[in-house]
């Protein structure tokens, strides 16, 4: 069979995208994700930027993940310029990040893989005969929202970020207040790996990938760390990382393609995280996957869902001990 299939878009990805196979014979001779929507030139409106400035346009760089733009760029100035902030400002960091971890993974699970996993087209279509799946899924979603907004100013685009630490320490009322509502998405994260586990994945395993995600000695890595990759025994200082792995353009996408020296993909994410950082988990995080038996590593990349849901039982915890202890 030969055959041309096209996706002129594609729903649930980064940006706008399309996807072009070309059959030949039977198979796939040729493969080409495009991700069309216009380069946005962050790199050059920073330029001539009072340095304060750069957290809060970083942020937007992404609506759903923008602590992880405003913690890149304030680290890589704090580097740049010899800054050392204090434990309890590392501290902070790392429950704004927990925020983010919960209102992105459960976003992620619930409402974009979970659906194709179980047949509908939306979250939308899952509500109707599964509402009670759909409520759990906001209200684990809002926390993070909620906590976000607390530490950060805003629930998208937080602006309390800075360079040394933030303009303003949370109202300790405020963040305890959250406490209930951490314990309860404590639990609800217990019960999605449950879930989780118990959904039908398709069929794929791939055992040649390479994972490459940061460690930490201390924790599991979210905030810092070197690079791992399980390519290699030990892992390399971050600013080593542009030599091991390259960004080139590609004719059909205005989006970069990654990939290591070798010119050969990568992984990164939650199944890149979780295998090679899983002895780091907390003790809650340790018990789940213990109790669903879940084998590591994981090389079906469509269980990632299930990645995601183990660090979501992770970061919660984590949230509900920093929420106590402020």
């Known amino acids: 069979m030969n055959q041309n299939i096209e996706v002129p878009a594609l729903a649930r990805v980064e940006g706008e995208g399309a996807l072009y196979i070309r059959l030949k014979n ?49 680290q890589a100035l704090e580097k740049a310029l010899g800054v050392q902030v204090t434990p309890e400002i590392r501290a902070l960091r790392r429950l704004l990040y927990d925020a983010e971890y919960i209102e992105s993974h459960a976003l992620h699970v619930y409402m974009l893989q979970a659906p194709d996993l179980l047949g509908y087209e939306s979250a939308l279509s899952l509500a109707e005969v599964a509402p009670d799946v759909v409520k759990k899924a906001l209200r684990l979603k809002k926390i993070g ?82 690079v791992m990759s399980s390519s290699n025994e030990e892992p390399f200082a971050v600013e080593d990382f542009e030599k091991a792995y390259l960004e080139t353009h590609v004719r059909h996408s205005n989006a970069l393609h990654s990939h290591n020296v070798e010119g050969k993909p990568y992984i990164t994410g939650p199944l890149a995280r979780l295998n090679l950082n899983s002895e780091q988990l907390g003790p809650e995080a340790q018990a789940i996957i213990s109790e669903i038996g879940l084998e590591l590593p994981i090389t079906n990349p469509y269980k990632a869902l299930i990645a995601r849901a183990v660090e979501l039982v992770e970061v919660y915890a984590e949230a509900l001990r920093l929420a106590k202890t402020y």
């Open 26 to 74: 039977g198979s796939v001779a040729e493969i080409e994700l495009n991700i069309y929507e216009p380069p946005r030139f962050f790199e050059g409106f920073l330029r001539g930027r009072n340095f304060q400035q750069v957290p809060d346009i970083t942020a937007r760089i992404c609506g759903i993940c923008p602590v992880a733009y405003q913690m890149s760029s304030v």
């Open 145 to 226: 929202n909620q906590l976000l907004r607390v530490i950060g100013g805003r629930s998208v685009h937080p602006v309390n970020t800075c360079v040394g630490g933030f303009y303003s320490w949370p109202i300790v009322e405020e963040i305890k207040a959250l406490i209930p509502d951490l314990e309860w998405g404590l639990e609800a994260s217990r019960e999605t790996v449950r879930w989780a586990a118990d959904l039908a994945f398709p069929e794929l395993t791939i055992d040649d990938y390479e994972f490459v995600a940061i460690r930490h000695a201390n924790e599991y890595s979210i905030l810092e760390g070197d």
